[in-house]
């Protein structure tokens, strides 16, 4: 039978109440929260990467990118001082020579290597610096770092960037590994980077092998 909106035949007694359900009485026993913070999680990933954007490590840092923590990776993944490299630049490395400094440990990393901030973020750090200006600079114009900077070619010799670089590509993930578990966020990151790495020894392959084929044509054309 159909009937006008808002109509209500006296022979239905219920029509337009609404019959109280158990689930639609409001809940007094709802816990209280202490406090409302989110889940933990890990502050950053910290990557160390050749010139040419191949990872060599990665970890994560809990609370900070504090100047210890990046010095205590740095140990662990350079323990041979045979095997650290002649440059590390980074961001904070001003920061990172006052505290070896301070503490004591600069003198095990002078003898092998030295710390240079990157060329994106030294444009930031204030020009009245000495330190940073004398011992940090990227790209010295007095000749003092011929492995740095070309220049007559006005250029750096390597890329300084790389970490900056893979952060940037590894940011368009942020979606994904944000609500990941800890076990899924460390293989996934950790493939991620793996599958990175394999993509650049093999674009570095291919460019060596052209530069050896050219030398090949160049030496048949003289002869």
Same mark, same amino acid.
């Given at each position: 039978?159909?009937? #006008?909106?808002?109509?209500?035949?006296?022979?239905? #007694?219920?029509?337009?109440?609404?019959?109280?359900?158990?689930?639609?009485?409001?809940?007094?026993?709802?816990?209280?929260?202490?406090?409302?913070?989110?889940?933990?999680?890990?502050?950053?990933?910290?990557?160390?990467?050749?010139?040419?954007?191949?990872?060599?490590?990665?970890?994560?840092?809990?609370?900070?990118?504090?100047?210890?923590?990046?010095?205590?990776?740095?140990?662990?993944?350079?323990?041979?001082?045979?095997?650290?490299? &002649?440059?590390?630049?980074?961001? #904070?490395?001003?920061?990172?020579?006052?505290?070896?400094?301070?503490?004591?440990?600069?003198?095990?990393?002078? #003898?092998?290597?030295?710390?240079?901030?990157?060329?994106?973020? $030294?444009?930031?750090?204030?020009?009245? &610096? $000495?330190?940073?200006?004398?011992?940090?600079?990227?790209?010295?114009?007095?000749?003092?770092?011929?492995?740095?900077?070309?220049?007559?070619?006005?250029?750096?010799?390597?890329?300084?960037?790389?970490?900056?670089?893979?952060?940037?590509?590894?940011?368009?993930?942020?979606?994904?590994?944000?609500?990941?578990?800890?076990?899924?966020?460390?293989?996934?990151?950790?493939?991620?980077?793996?599958?990175?790495?394999?993509?650049?020894?093999?674009?570095?392959?291919?460019?060596?092998?052209?530069?050896?084929?050219?030398?090949?044509?160049?030496? &048949?054309?003289?002869?």
């Amino acid at each position: 039978m159909l009937r #006008k909106p808002a109509e209500n035949p006296p022979w239905n #007694k219920n029509q337009g109440r609404h019959v109280q359900q158990p689930h639609d009485e409001s809940d007094t026993n709802i816990p209280k929260k202490s406090h409302y913070f989110s889940a933990s999680r890990y502050y950053c990933v910290e990557t160390i990467c050749t010139p040419c954007s191949a990872v060599i490590a990665w970890t994560k840092f809990v609370k900070s990118e504090s100047t210890t923590n990046i010095l205590k990776f740095l140990e662990v993944v350079f323990s041979d001082e045979e095997l650290r490299p &002649d440059y590390i630049c980074i961001d #904070k490395a001003c920061k990172l020579l006052r505290i070896a400094v301070a503490n004591g440990i600069w003198v095990d990393w002078f #003898k092998s290597s030295h710390f240079v901030v990157d060329g994106y973020h $030294y444009t930031n750090h204030h020009s009245d &610096d $000495y330190l940073c200006r004398k011992w940090c600079n990227p790209a010295p114009q007095d000749g003092s770092a011929p492995n740095l900077v070309y220049i007559a070619q006005d250029r750096n010799a390597f890329n300084t960037q790389a970490c900056e670089q893979l952060n940037s590509w590894l940011g368009g993930f942020e979606s994904i590994i944000k609500c990941m578990t800890p076990s899924n966020f460390n293989w996934f990151i950790h493939s991620m980077i793996f599958y990175h790495t394999q993509q650049v020894i093999k674009r570095q392959n291919s460019q060596n092998f052209s530069i050896i084929s050219e030398d090949f044509e160049q030496d &048949d054309g003289l002869l």
